[in-house]
Structures are given as structure tokens and as C-alpha cells.
């Protein structure tokens, strides 16, 4: 029903910028929350930003508020994930996400491959 591709994942620098692209197809996409995951190695899948279509709606993980953030465009049917100032524990591989309208977060039906995002020091 709904296909999620992201980009975007590389080496960088600690204190560098990266950009996260997600973009999403299929019919339904217009009736779901859009998300990103990310899981570092030995670590468990963890929310890390979310939002509406509309951006009416969003989240942002306490920890990294202030240097991470989730914008989106509905019409190219993208989500963004900006990550500043970057830290070695950043390191993981990051999963664009999508659940239905009042589904939890807790098991999203629809995942993107995932991309790699490897923090130097």
C-alpha cells in the first residue's frame, strides 16, 4: 500500500550536518504519519521524529530536540530528517516509517530499507 524510500546516508564529520530524504508513494499515503527510527549497533529500533503531512503535528525525541528535526513536504510526498551538529552516537542505520491515522508507533506497518549514517570523530 504505501512504499517508503530513504537517502542520503553517509560518513560525516562530528559537528557536521546531514539531511535525510524520505519519499513515499502508493495510494494511501495521504492517510498516514511519517517517522523516523534509527538503530545503533547493540541498541534497539528507537522513534526519533514524527509528523503529519501537514506538520500540524510532530514530535521530536527529548534528547534530541535542539538538534534534530522533521519537516515535510506533501507535495512531493517527502519527509526530511535535518540532523545538526552531529555526535559519534549517532551512528546507526536510519528507517523512514509510516503508520495509519491513530495507529501507535509501536509497530509500524510500513518501513523503508533503511540507510546507514556513520558519525567520525
Known amino acids: 500500500q504505501v512504499q517508503l524510500v530513504e537517502s542520503g546516508g553517509r560518513l560525516v564529520q562530528a559537528g557536521g550536518s546531514l539531511r535525510l530524504s524520505c519519499v513515499a508513494s502508493?495510494?494511501?499515503?495521504?492517510?498516514?504519519?511519517m517517522g523516523w527510527f534509527r538503530q545503533a549497533p547493540g541498541k534497539e529500533r528507537e522513534l526519533i521524529v514524527a509528523?503529519?503531512?501537514?506538520?500540524?503535528?510532530?514530535y521530536i525525541k527529548d534528547s534530541l530536540k535542539g538538534r534534530f528535526d522533521i519537516s515535510a513536504d506533501n507535495g512531493k510526498s517527502t519527509v526530511y530528517l535535518q540532523m545538526n551538529r552531529l555526535k559519534p552516537e549517532d551512528t546507526a542505520v536510519y528507517y523512514c516509517?509510516?503508520?495509519?491515522?491513530?495507529?501507535?508507533?509501536?509497530?509500524?506497518?510500513?518501513w523503508g530499507q533503511g540507510t546507514q549514517v556513520t558519525v567520525s570523530s
Open positions: 516509517a509510516a503508520v495509519k491515522y491513530g495507529s501507535p508507533w509501536t509497530n509500524p506497518e510500513f
Open positions: 502508493g495510494r494511501t499515503v495521504s492517510s498516514i504519519v
Open positions: 509528523t503529519t503531512w501537514a506538520g500540524r503535528s510532530r
